[in-house]
Structures are given as C-alpha cells and as structure tokens.
C-alpha cells in the first residue's frame, strides 16, 4: 500500500512505491534515473511552405494570391508547432518515454517529484547509486584464482 505521495495531477500519481503514468504503472524500486528531453518541433516543413510563398508572390494572377495564402499558412505552422517537453525514465530495461506535455513547468513538477520519490528509497537522483545498507567497508578480498583459458 503506498504510504506517501509526492505528486498527483491529470492521472499522473507519483508515490513511495509507484509512478502512474499515461496508463502505465512503474515501480519506483526499478527506476534508476529520471532526466528532461526536450523535443524541439521540426520548423523545417514551415520553413519550405514559406519559400514556396515567396516564390509565387513574385509572380502575377492566380498564384500571387496562392503566394500570400502559402506565406500565412507558413507562419502559422511556425507560430503554432509547439515545443514538447517529455520525462525519461532509466530503467534495467533502458530509458522509456513516459510522459509528453507541451508545459513545461509540469513535466519539471513531475520530476522534481520523481527526483523526491528516487531520494526517499535511498537512490541518489543525480548518480543513480543505491547505497548498501548495513555493509561493511571491504579493504581486501581474496577471489578464488581462475582457471587457464581453453585454447584448441
């Protein structure tokens, strides 16, 4: 049963024990890093829609007016495309995408909860080193010597 919750919000549960994301439930034990990735949108299609804009209104008649209607089609694409923000998370597994949000101060909301979630299992954040309880400080060991490669 989860005990603590850092962070609940548009069906997105961060707690002790597990983070609920967009239909997926992760256990906060198999998370070693958590990191932002930032997706810049590709510009390069308004880009071209403008160039073709251009072209047309150094024309006369039909395609002056296909010209302008391009050009504001063009900078409406390069308004409207939107950077995403997204939440990667580093498991045994490799890194999944779980969460995609064009705000981006809610995905560094998720974070910092995943963050505060990874420190409270005892998991540093930053290094993803889980720390040995109850361990004591080896100096030595002795392994037992290894046998000679075999080699036909």
Excluded at 4 to 16: A, E, L, M, W
Excluded at 94 to 118: C, F, P, T
């Amino acid at each position: 049963m989860d005990r603590k919750v850092f962070f609940s919000d548009g069906g997105v549960i961060i707690s002790d024990s597990r983070f609920i994301a967009s239909g997926y439930i992760y256990n906060i034990r198999d998370i070693i890093s958590v990191r932002l990735c930032v997706v810049e949108p590709p510009r390069s299609l308004a880009v071209f829609i403008l160039s073709i804009g251009l072209l047309f209104l150094l024309t006369e008649g039909a395609l002056f007016v296909v010209g302008g209607c391009l050009i504001a089609l063009g900078v409406m694409t390069w308004l409207f495309v939107k950077t995403a923000y997204v939440v990667v998370i580093k498991t045994a597994t490799g890194e999944h995408k779980v969460l995609k949000d064009h705000n981006s101060s809610y995905i560094e909301q998720v974070i910092r909860a995943l963050d505060a979630a990874l420190i409270n299992r005892g998991v540093s954040a930053v290094s993803g080193a889980v720390p040995v309880r109850g361990a004591s400080h080896v100096t030595h060991t002795d392994f037992p010597p290894m046998s000679p490669p075999l080699i036909e």
